[in-house]
């Protein structure tokens, strides 16, 4: 039996393993439980190896195909942290942990990586390896970096690798894919701007650091308007301004500013990078203030790799049909650290359609179940391409 036809008997088992993890959220690397309950379970579906520890807290798991002629290695990725939110969802499988809720659907990416892993040691019906990769820390602590540093590639060979997740309001049974840029950089950075504070009622002895940072909003905007070609996608924001004290008749002597880059492409960003710490101190400099600017890179482009986005286009049109992919959808301002594993290796990060519902990052997200059946039917299906075995 192939392991497709296995899946409809593991759906209802896959829906409460879901449901479970989703009752359970941890964050960023501390993800003990859910990392011991990934294990464990891979354990009792015999595989060839289980290893845990990989980028601190990260699961890996091996499956050999019963033929081996092929001698490939390809790596399939799955997240499981969840955020700080509380959660309303109003599902009876709601967050027992106050404050904390899987808001992104991680929940549904582990539990459909395990589902596909126990129909593929079960069936053992490809020619090659498959290695399953349950990963940490993926909103916003880097744990594909760390799992990559932490010699995930060379260590278990893998060749190539493929990452899956899912996309709110995309309908249940369709993905998203494309070659090239699938989702943006997400680069971070803090300017403070120091002037000399004093009497509101005398600004002429003052040097106003709010003047200032309202000057540097307005200028950083010409960055994307003036900076980078009309064609190059690029957000500069600043998302928080933070005085030194708070009263209406008293000048701050600094002000804190927060703000985030996106940027699909390389160059782009490393010139927005520049004109931010430029704009920011020549500014400063104009008023007889000083601006001190920390820039931080965060997750870089997630970049697709073009022979591996036509595959998985051709394994989606075996799973539901042609016409399922919506590319227009694409490409995302959000940030994936997937990333740094398709830095690494050639492969596709695919979007999965959740149906109608609240938006990724929401109280009242929640993963839809009825999208389990055809994330695990892609993963089972672009094995079984990928690594045919042979016809006797």
């Known amino acids: 039996m192939r392991s497709t036809d296995r899946l409809d008997n593991h759906l209802p088992e896959i829906t409460q393993w879901r449901r479970d993890i989703h009752r359970h959220p941890e964050l960023g690397y501390e993800v003990q439980r859910t990392a011991g309950f990934v294990a464990d379970k891979l354990r009792s579906f015999g595989l060839d190896e289980v290893v845990e520890g990989i980028g601190r807290t990260g699961v890996v798991g091996i499956i050999k195909g019963r033929e081996q002629g092929s001698g490939k290695v390809i790596g399939l990725r799955a997240d499981m942290d969840a955020l700080p939110i509380l959660e309303d969802s109003g599902a009876d499988w709601s967050s027992e942990t106050p404050g904390l809720m899987h808001a992104c659907g991680h929940d549904g990416h582990t539990a459909m990586l395990l589902g596909a892993a126990r129909s593929l040691a079960d069936s053992r019906d490809f020619d090659g390896t498959v290695v399953v990769i349950f990963q940490p820390a993926e909103e916003g602590g880097g744990g594909g970096l760390a799992m990559v540093e ?50 509101a009622a005398m600004p002429h002895v003052c040097i106003d650091p709010v003047v200032v940072a309202s000057h540097i909003v307005l200028a950083l905007q010409s960055i994307v308007s003036r900076g980078v ?4 996608s690029l957000v500069v924001s600043v998302t928080t301004l933070e005085v030194e004290g708070a009263a209406y008749n008293v ?26 710490i430029d704009i920011a101190t020549r500014t400063a400099d104009a008023f007889e203030a000083v ?22 286009m051709e ?3 075996k799973v539901v049909g042609p016409g399922k992919v919506d590319p227009e959808r694409l490409p995302i301002m959000g940030a994936e650290d997937f990333s740094y594993m398709l830095n690494e290796r050639p492969g596709a990060f695919i979007f999965m359609g959740n149906g109608k519902s609240a938006n990724l990052h929401h109280p009242q997200y929640d993963f839809n179940d009825e999208a389990i059946r055809f994330g695990c039917q892609y993963w089972l299906t672009l094995v079984s391409e990928s690594m045919p075995v042979s016809v006797s």
């Not at 070609?229 to 190059?232: E, G, H, M, R």
Request: contains cysteine; glycine residues 10%; charged residues 25%.
């Open 229 to 232: 070609k009309p064609t190059d």
């Open 291 to 312: 601006a001190e600017v920390d820039y931080r890179d965060g997750y870089p482009p997630t970049v697709n790799h073009a022979e591996q986005t036509d595959f998985a």
């Open 150 to 199: 932490d010699g995930l590639m060379d260590r278990f060979g893998i060749q190539e690798v493929y990452g899956l997740h899912n996309m709110p309001n995309l309908p249940v049974g369709e993905f998203a894919i494309r070659p090239g840029p699938m989702m943006a950089c997400a680069d971070e950075f803090d300017i403070v701007v120091r002037g000399r504070g004093g009497h």
């Open 315 to 317: 394994v989606v049109s």
């Open 251 to 276: 000048i701050p002597q600094s002000v804190h500013m927060r703000g985030t880059l996106r940027a699909f492409d390389e160059t782009v960003r490393s010139t927005a990078r520049q004109r931010i």
